[in-house]
C-alpha cells in the first residue's frame, strides 16, 4: 500500500473522534497536528501523547489571533519546547482579522522562538508574500520554514525557492480553479515538498462540501503526480522522506 504523511491537520479543531479519523486514513503513516494558540496548542499535545506512534503537535498562535500574542507568548513558548516545530503563525492579510502591524510581530517572535529552539516553523501565508518572505529572509528563519497549504504561483515560488523553504501543498493544488498553484507547484523540486489536508478545511475533489480529513491526502498527492508527470508511489516517498527529514521523525 502507498503511504502518506498529513504534514497538517486540526484534529483538535474538527469536532469529529479523532481516533476514528486516524482509522479511516489506513495509508497515512503518521500526521502534524497544528495549534493556533495556547488551548488548540495544548490539545495537540494532547493528541500526540494519545497517539504517539501517529500524531505530531506543533505550538503556535495563527495571524488571525494576532493581538492576542502578549497574553498568549509564555504558554506558547512553554509549549513548544515539547513540541514537533513552532507554529501556526506568519501573515493572513486577505481576512486582516488582526492589525497587520500585530501580525508581523507575533510572526517575528515565532520565528525567533523556532530558531531558538531548533524546530521547523509552520507558515500561514495568505496575500503576504512580499512581507513573509522579507521576515523569512531579514530573521535567518527561511530553512526552518515549511509554507503550509502553499498558493502561489510560479514568481513568488522561485523566489521562496532561493531561500531554502519547504512547500507543502494542500487540497487547492487539486482544485479546478487551481492553475495558478499547480504552475507554482510545476517549478518545485519534488523532493522540497510535502502534502497536507489542512482538516476539516480546504477539501479535495471529489468531495467538495464535506469536511476534510487525512484519509483525502493521497488525492494532492495524485495532483501533484499529474503536475510533476511522475508516479503517485513516487510523489509518496518524497513527500514523506521531506515530512521525516523537516519533522525529524
Known sequence: MTSWVDTHCHLQLDGRDPAALLDRAADVDWVVVPG???TSSAAAQALAAAHPERVLATAGLHPHEADRWPVEAGRIEELAAGAAAVGETGLDYYRDLAPRADQRAAFRAQAEL???LGKPLVVH?????ADVHD???TTGAAGIAVLHCWTGGPRWTRRFLDLGVTFSFAGPVAFPNGDTVRRGAAVVP???AMVETDTPYLTPPPHRGAPNEPAWVALVGRALAEVWGMGVEEVASLTTRRAERVFRR
Open 135 to 137: 521576515l523569512l529572509e
Open 36 to 38: 493556533i494558540d495556547a
Open 125 to 129: 501565508c495568505r496575500d503576504a508574500f
Open 114 to 116: 523556532a530558531l531558538a
Open 190 to 192: 519534488p523532493d522540497r
